[in-house]
């Protein structure tokens, strides 16, 4: 689904479009949702807010299915600015679970105040993959501090987004540069815990390995190498990737909540 504005972009990845074919785009957000499930299932992640869950929200969905409700967060609450198919299902009786919320054609940027007022700052766990990218650089910095308001100090963020690299992706209105998200991010109330690489071509990661020139790195190189021999390039972008951020062409990060802005 595509709707573009000046202001906003409403790509939103499909399994209808991306599932069922070998894309690396879409198996780096299965990577990533399967991270974040682990981070809320094991670490910080009781009460979940995830602004921009897309058209399918997948995460929703793969929380709802996961064995045993302990792993399961105690309150979900997914927001998009389209419509959220999944909504209807729910309602049809096919997704019972009262612990997740889906609200379609939410503004978020426009709208957080709403759940200041209607939650506080409950949630101890953000989740923002592939979203920021997609509106201006002033909503992105607004939706930043929106996200800031609803979580307390010590909370924590997990965002993901293209590196820019000089060249952005044409549904993108707004990439960043590692430096500058670590700048937005700080300016937003939120300090550097961990950060990611998701997925990286073959050439960046044998240029990260060759740079570190030790006897470990050419270990890996000959692993990655005979690996490949295997999995396809679309597997391979994501298989070490998260070793080596810095050559990445996309970062996830985790950051703490440290001040209100």
């Known amino acids: 689904m595509t709707?573009?504005?000046?202001?906003?972009?409403?790509?939103?990845l499909s399994e209808a479009s991306y599932g069922s074919r070998l894309h690396r785009d879409y198996l780096a957000h299965v990577f990533r949702w399967g991270w974040a499930t682990k981070y809320i299932g094991e670490k910080?992640?009781?009460r979940v807010l995830e602004p921009g869950c897309g058209r399918d929200a997948p995460l929703a969905q793969i929380l709802e299915r996961l064995p045993g409700t302990n792993?399961?967060?105690?309150?979900?609450?997914?927001?998009?600015?389209?419509?959220?198919p999944?909504?209807?299902?729910?309602?049809?009786?096919t997704a019972t679970s009262k612990r997740l919320e889906l609200r379609e054609r939410f503004n978020?940027?426009?709208?957080?105040?709403?759940?200041?007022?209607?939650?506080?700052?409950?949630?101890?766990?953000?989740?923002?993959?592939?979203v920021i990218e997609h509106m201006t650089e002033a909503h992105g910095d607004t939706y930043l501090h929106g996200i800031n308001a609803l979580l307390p100090v010590g909370g924590t963020l997990l965002i993901s987004t293209p590196v820019f690299n000089g060249s952005a992706a044409a549904n993108h209105i707004r990439e960043y540069t590692a430096e500058e998200l670590d700048d937005k991010l700080t300016q937003a109330g939120f300090a550097p815990k961990?950060?990611?690489?998701?997925?990286?071509?073959?050439?960046?990661?044998?240029?990260?390995?060759?740079?570190?020139g030790d006897?470990?790195?050419?270990?890996?190189?000959?692993m990655y190498s005979r690996a490949r021999e295997f999995y396809g390039d679309e597997v391979m972008a994501c298989f070490l990737a998260p070793l080596f951020p810095d050559h990445s062409r996309n970062n996830a990060w985790v950051?703490?909540?440290?001040?209100?802005?």
């Open 108 to 130: 978020f940027v426009e709208r957080y105040q709403e759940l200041v007022s209607e939650f506080g700052q409950t949630f101890d766990t953000a989740v923002s993959f592939e």
């Open 3 to 12: 709707d573009s504005t000046d202001e906003f972009d409403t790509t939103s």
């Open 255 to 261: 950051r703490t909540k440290v001040a209100d802005v």
């Open 71 to 84: 792993k399961r967060p105690d309150y979900y609450l997914g927001l998009d600015l389209g419509t959220v």
């Open 194 to 212: 961990d950060r990611f690489g998701t997925f990286a071509s073959f050439n960046d990661i044998k240029r990260a390995l060759k740079t570190q």
């Open 86 to 93: 999944h909504i209807k299902r729910r309602r049809e009786g």
């Open 44 to 46: 910080a992640g009781r």
């Open 215 to 222: 006897d470990e790195a050419e270990k890996l190189l000959e």
